[in-house]
């Protein structure tokens, strides 16, 4: 098959920071890069905080408010590609050590703070897809799901593993994933916390392709791409659709997880047996 290569501008923050990170490009957790040539049009987004797997942590989640923020008014953006500098990983999900140092005040913050973030993605205005090239576990699969279409590797591993640690999904996979599945097999998932392969996954329709991982390690990354390909040269639309129904439904999850699980000792367990590389014991209360 004959492939028109497309020319790579360098990776880049999109902002000065003032703080550090672990991230490699910049001192930068999140860098974005804008194709050109054939595919200008497509903009990436690398996230790239090695040592936590890309949890999402404080600064990786102001980063990436901050970069949605200024690319949502760049109308040169046709397709937004999410993608992982990470190999292995596409996102680890909340940073749970920085979690336990937080007051029940502060985590309640934050999980709004997350919420946002994906309701931003989720309302991006040009389409958005997740090239998933490893795991993508609860807030991971949260950020995949908040995207128009997603592509896996066939290796990767997701699923909404909250219930495992005594949390909740609590930045939107408990509205989408019932969009995307059907309420039952959502609450089952859910509930069992189980994890799904790129390609169960494809099979049940969580992702729109699912694809042989290669020597690179970037498989699905090459399989959005292409999608993205396909995409750039039709009419520059994106439709939401139930967005009023999601954006109710996340005003009660908010409520849920604040007022319910926030303050619960099965979620300090979670958070303890985590530390501890423990089975945690929950009690129910």
């Known amino acids: 098959m004959l492939r028109v290569l497309c020319l790579l501008r360098p990776w ?18 999140i860098q974005v890069r804008a194709l050109a040539g054939p595919d ?3 903009t990436e987004i690398l996230m790239n905080r090695p040592s936590a797997r890309n949890a999402l942590g404080n600064v990786f989640v102001s980063e990436l408010l901050e970069t949605l923020a200024q690319l949502r008014e760049d109308r040169q953006v046709r397709v937004l590609l999410f993608r992982s500098g990470v190999k292995g990983v596409f996102c680890a999900g909340a940073d749970l050590k920085e979690r336990e140092q937080m007051s029940e005040a502060e985590v309640g913050v934050f999980v709004q703070r997350l919420r946002g973030l994906m309701n931003d ?3 991006f205005p040009a389409p958005t897809i997740a090239a998933m090239d490893g795991f993508a576990l609860g807030g991971g699969l949260e950020l995949a799901l908040a995207c ?3 592509v896996a590797a066939s290796s990767a591993v997701m699923g909404l593993i909250e219930t495992t640690r005594g949390l909740l999904p609590g930045a939107g996979g408990t509205q989408r994933l019932p969009r995307c599945l059907g309420v039952a097999l959502a609450k089952e998932l859910i509930f069992t916390g189980r994890r799904l392969s790129g390609t169960e996954a494809h099979v049940l329709g969580l992702v729109n392709h699912a694809v042989a991982q290669n020597e690179e390690g970037d498989a699905a990354y090459q399989r959005a791409r292409a999608l993205a390909q396909e995409i750039l040269p039709q009419a520059p639309i994106a439709v939401r659709l139930g967005k009023v129904a999601i954006d109710r439904g996340m005003e009660v999850r908010g409520f849920w997880v604040g007022t319910w699980n926030i303050p619960t000792r099965d979620r300090l367990e979670g958070m303890a047996a985590f530390r501890e590389k423990r089975t945690p014991k929950f009690v129910g209360k």
């Open 12 to 29: 880049r923050p999109l902002r000065a920071r003032g703080c550090a990170s672990d991230g490699a490009a910049g001192g930068s957790e």
């Open 40 to 42: 200008q049009g497509i």
């Open 121 to 123: 993605i989720a309302a």
């Open 148 to 150: 128009d279409l997603r």
